[in-house]
């Protein structure tokens, strides 16, 4: 969609969670009489600096990618400490944090249950004994990002191969052998399907994700705009998101984000 006359320009990054999010909000904007344009393909690096300089007016962040990324911290925090350090992040940006939408979409190293059963594999700290036979891939920012280099230095992984992959294909990837484990999203409805298994952290080196709604300096106090999103805070649970996820990883016309935004509404304004 072109922005050109629409009031509120939505940021997606370049992963189907969030062009269901961005469709989600856009149906909300409009059914609130706003005219909305979605501006999607920002990746993590580029789509807080949007926000901020005001190209887009929000888009849905989540809370240990400007933690570790934006704001280059390697503190590690619980969930809801993380959330109040950022808000004073934010703050010095102009950034409001409106709110969570009730779901963390983390990165995990995930593998199939029944190579990890058969090695023993529960945790990363298990995996690391296993790491120099083994293959990895992730998404095509998670290798260059500090979360990865925080995880590797802290279990000491030594994979003999790093791959980088489109995130929907990880999961058949690493079911069918292709690759030993990968970097998925927490989120994604595709980890139960193919019987796969989130290892634990036990160093905690992977920081919590709160999905977080974020409006630009210059929406900080517009109400029309706060009103129309309230209704989503803390409305969608993990159980719900991944519904959302699976479904929109079909082929059929019931995949589409927009319909599955409007699913994904008829669940949480019951
Ligand atoms: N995540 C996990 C990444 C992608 C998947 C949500 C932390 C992010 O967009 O920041």
């Not at 629409?6 to 940021?11: E, F, Q």
């Not at 990890?116 to 995996?127: K, N, P, V």
Request: net charge neutral; proline share 4%; aromatic share 8%.
């Amino acid at each position: 969609l072109a922005g050109g006359s629409a009031r509120y320009v939505i940021g997606a990054k370049t992963f189907t969670e969030q062009y269901v999010l961005s469709a989600l909000i856009s149906d909300r904007l409009q059914a609130a009489g706003l005219s909305a344009a979605t501006r999607a393909g920002l990746g993590s690096s580029v789509i807080y600096g949007a926000l901020r300089n005001g190209d887009i007016d929000l888009y849905v962040e989540y809370s240990g990618t400007l933690w570790a990324n934006q704001f280059h911290h390697n503190e590690q925090l619980p969930r809801a400490a993380l959330l109040e350090a950022l808000k004073q992040d934010l703050a010095k940006d102009k950034v409001t944090l409106l709110g969570e939408l009730g779901f963390e979409n983390a990165y995990a190293l995930v593998m199939p249950r029944k190579k990890a059963e058969a090695l023993g594999i529960r945790s990363i700290e298990d995996l690391a004994r296993h790491t120099a036979q083994m293959s990895i891939a992730g998404d095509y920012e998670f290798f260059s990002r500090p979360e990865w280099a925080a995880l590797r230095d802290a279990y000491g992984l030594t994979f003999r191969a790093q791959r980088q992959m489109q995130p929907d294909f990880m999961y058949a990837a690493v079911a069918s052998g292709e690759v030993d484990v990968i970097a998925g999203y927490t989120s994604d409805g595709l980890i139960a399907k193919y019987d796969l298994v989130v290892l634990g952290d036990p160093k905690q080196a992977i920081p919590p994700y709160d999905a977080i709604l974020l409006l630009s300096p210059r929406r900080a106090d517009d109400r029309a705009l706060q009103d129309a999103l309230r209704p989503l805070l803390g409305r969608i649970d993990i159980a719900t998101m991944q519904q959302a996820n699976l479904r929109a990883s079909g082929s059929d016309a019931e995949s589409s984000p927009r319909a599955v935004a409007r699913w994904l509404w008829s669940k949480i304004s019951k």
